[in-house]
């Protein structure tokens, strides 16, 4: 049953999971790169971790982007089939959900595994200033868990009517990128300071999105 | 032996312009049962509210004598479903999506969806969003036939099919029923279709059901009499009296049911007499029937 489930997704995704995985990959080792282009090729450690803060904005957007998309290709063909085939299937209907969910999180796997394998990468061919370490599966967990938090969310919203969900999603979204490069961009930008303390700071479920992603730190 | 669907009462309101009220519906096991309506009349609504796809306000819904939507997992694996629209996931092919529907019901046939893909000239590697309408339902019907269920419910499972593809579709389920006695609910305003294949008929309109029988009775004795000198009070005639018209000064057309040869006799008793008897098909009846139930003061079922 999952299996079936599962492929069907993967139909609908799996353009999504391939260019996610790809951009998860290479997201680490571009990091590095542009942290090591330097033509004195010695970096000093406050330079290098402004480098690599900046790019470490991408990933919690990467995050919030695959998640988003999966999530509305998992709900796809109910909304195209106007949720008939869901409702007349003889399985009770948590039991569907779940395993549209589970499926959608299996798909999640390869952009979380293109990232570690990306981190683990860059981490083994950069070279470091002295005080510094690398830190590529704290990264990779920290990433996991964004991407699972973001496709939960978006997935409890896309079960929606296609009207409602993409209101929702659209107001969402448009918040969290506007806040999450804001914040990196060190801008004093007030949207939603209420929401944002509930849902944002610590424990707020969006939390994991904000802060420093960094795969090299002190 | 029980009714293959029961619904006592049922009330269902969506929005302030429609409602189905006061439902009562028995199909009887084994039986093909025909749902006649014009569109919007609530016949895909009763459907889904068979189904469990929608919940009611109030009424019980029994089918295969486990309630509705309690039982609705255990019930639905018994349940062959072609809905109006097509459904499925237009991205999988044909054998994908026949796969999808195996991993869910326990009794799939794979030896004979194979043979039913044959019979409909089905392309098993051609995704089902590129297939053609009457390809489509054909693919429904198959995936509905093959998970061998006790009930049918197809809903206007052959609407704007051309005559071929109709006919090896209803001839595949035909098949089927008379091999496995299975029940069959099946909703279409395509009167012919129906009135060859059932043997009950239930008549929607306006979210009410306005008529329920056996087919052979609604076919025979509905009669249009032209009957002049036309006697004031029916109520004691030997027939049913569905609708009767003013021609002019002296004579009425009156449409009957349970009318019989002999029956003349009532008109004569009583000064009147029938100039013609007019046999009317399932068609004029199932007109007549919807022309009379709209002129009746409320709504109130007229057979």
Not at chain 1, 7 to 33: D, E
Not at chain 1, 96 to 105: D, K, P, S
């Amino acid at each position: 049953m999952f299996r079936v489930v599962l492929y069907g997704q993967w139909k609908w995704s799996r353009i999504v999971v391939i260019l996610g995985t790809v951009a998860g990959f290479a997201l680490p080792i571009l990091s590095v790169q542009g942290a090591s282009s330097d033509p004195t090729s010695a970096m000093k450690a406050g330079e290098l971790l402004s480098v690599i803060q900046s790019w470490g904005v991408l990933y919690p957007v990467l995050a919030a982007a695959i998640g988003l998309l999966v999530a509305i290709a998992t709900w796809a063909p109910d909304h195209r089939g106007r949720h008939v085939l869901a409702l007349s299937l003889p399985l009770p209907r948590w039991r569907y959900v779940l395993l549209r969910f589970a499926a959608g999180l299996v798909l999640l796997v390869p952009t979380m595994l293109g990232v570690l394998a990306g981190a683990v990468l860059a981490s083994a061919t950069a070279t470091l200033p002295p005080g510094l370490e690398t830190y590529p599966v704290a990264l990779a967990v920290r990433f996991a868990l964004a991407l699972g938090v973001a496709y939960a969310v978006f997935f409890a919203i896309s079960a929606g009517t296609t009207r409602t969900a993409g209101i929702i999603l659209g107001i969402i979204g448009a918040v969290i990128v506007v806040q999450v490069v804001a914040s990196a961009a060190g801008i004093e930008l007030d949207l939603t300071n209420p929401v944002q303390a509930v849902v944002m700071n610590w424990p707020g479920p969006l939390a994991i999105f904000t802060g420093r992603w960094m795969l090299i730190d002190v | 032996m029980t009714n293959a669907v029961e619904i006592h009462e049922l009330d269902y309101r969506a929005g302030k312009s429609f409602a189905i009220q006061d439902l009562d519906l028995t199909v009887p096991t084994g039986s093909i049962y025909g749902f006649l309506g014009p569109n919007g009349s609530g016949k895909t609504t009763t459907i889904r509210l068979i189904l469990g796809l929608l919940r009611a306000r109030a009424g019980t819904i029994q089918v295969l004598g486990e309630p509705m939507p309690l039982r609705a997992p255990t019930v639905l694996a018994r349940v062959g479903f072609v809905p109006e629209q097509p459904h499925l996931d237009p991205t999988l092919t044909v054998c994908e999506t026949m796969r999808f529907r195996e991993a869910f019901y326990p009794t799939w046939d794979g030896d004979w969806a194979g043979r039913l893909l044959r019979t409909f000239d089905l392309d098993p590697n051609h995704p089902f969003g590129k297939l053609s309408k009457g390809q489509k339902g054909k693919v429904m019907m198959l995936l509905a036939l093959a998970q061998r269920p006790d009930l049918l419910v197809l809903d206007e499972p052959t609407d704007g099919l051309d005559p071929v593809v109709r006919r090896d579709m209803l001839s595949a389920l035909i098949d089927y029923v008379s091999q496995h006695g299975a029940s069959v609910f099946i909703s279409s305003h395509l009167v012919h279709e129906l009135e060859r294949m059932c043997d009950w008929i239930g008549v929607m309109d306006n979210g009410r059901l306005v008529s329920h029988m056996p087919m052979e009775q609604f076919k025979n004795g509905i009669k249009r009499l032209l009957v002049s000198e036309a006697p004031t009070d029916a109520g004691s005639a030997p027939f049913a009296v569905l609708a009767r018209d003013r021609n002019g000064a002296a004579s009425e057309t009156w449409l009957v049911r349970g009318w019989e040869s002999g029956m003349t006799a009532w008109f004569d008793g009583r000064g009147a007499s029938v100039q013609s008897i007019v046999d009317l098909d399932l068609e004029d009846g199932f007109v007549e029937l919807l022309r009379t139930f709209r002129r009746a003061p409320h709504g109130q079922e007229v057979l």
